[in-house]
């Protein structure tokens, strides 16, 4: 089923995932097939949540790991492609006078800070729930933070789920084998 509040309502175009991106598809009446507004976000080597779909962008010619650049290098190879790359708060900050659902697809967390943010930051957007492939959940809360962060989310009411399968609480998944085993293969995607 087609959603046209992927990337920000501009999914496969330049502006996906921008604000310049969700600004061009508000105003646009023909969006009969929205279901909700999803965008990526990532922590750059210096501790910025950011709004970017890729792992890596071209910077001086060649591809580089986001999560290794600093977020003026990242926000600066943007640019160069004709980019403006948000910050994770400005993207909120947009969406928070809307009434439709939010997906926030973590791709990439490393430190508490960005936990902590991100956390905090979609538990005070009515609406809204966190998500992430099993690979990228395990990464951005490994194991030994996965059950504080767990309460944290829980206390806080937000639902971290699979991609795909929005009725898969990874935190809750991951709690037992079997439970595991099924939020992980591909072949139960849209289930």
């Keep these: 089923m087609k959603n046209s509040g992927h990337r920000l309502g501009a999914s496969d175009t330049l502006t996906e995932n921008t604000i310049e991106g969700l600004m061009r598809s508000t105003g646009n009446p023909s969006r009969g097939d929205f279901r909700y507004w999803e965008f990526d976000i990532r922590e750059s080597s210096d501790g910025i949540v950011f709004v970017f779909h890729d792992d890596t962008i071209a910077a001086n010619g060649s591809p580089s790991d986001t999560s290794e650049m600093t977020f003026s290098e990242i926000?600066?190879?943007?640019?160069?492609?004709?980019?403006s790359i948000p910050l994770f708060s400005e993207v909120c900050n947009q969406l928070g006078v809307r009434e439709e659902l939010v997906m926030v697809e973590i791709?990439?967390?490393?430190?508490?800070q960005a936990r902590s943010e991100v956390l905090g930051t979609i538990s005070k957007m009515?609406?809204?729930?966190?998500?992430?492939?099993?690979?990228?959940?395990?990464?951005?809360?490994?194991?030994?933070?996965?059950?504080?962060?767990?309460?944290?989310?829980?206390?806080?009411?937000?639902?971290?789920?699979?991609?795909?399968?929005?009725?898969?609480?990874?935190?809750?998944?991951?709690?037992?084998?079997?439970?595991?085993?099924?939020?992980?293969?591909?072949?139960l995607f849209g289930l």
């Design 126 to 187: 009515a609406n809204s729930k966190a998500m992430a492939t099993p690979i990228r959940f395990a990464k951005s809360f490994p194991d030994d933070v996965r059950n504080e962060w767990g309460s944290r989310f829980e206390s806080a009411g937000v639902e971290l789920v699979r991609v795909g399968r929005h009725r898969v609480n990874l935190f809750h998944a991951c709690k037992t084998r079997k439970g595991w085993f099924f939020a992980q293969p591909r072949w």
């Design 107 to 112: 791709k990439h967390l490393e430190t508490e």
């Design 75 to 83: 926000r600066e190879a943007g640019l160069q492609k004709g980019i």
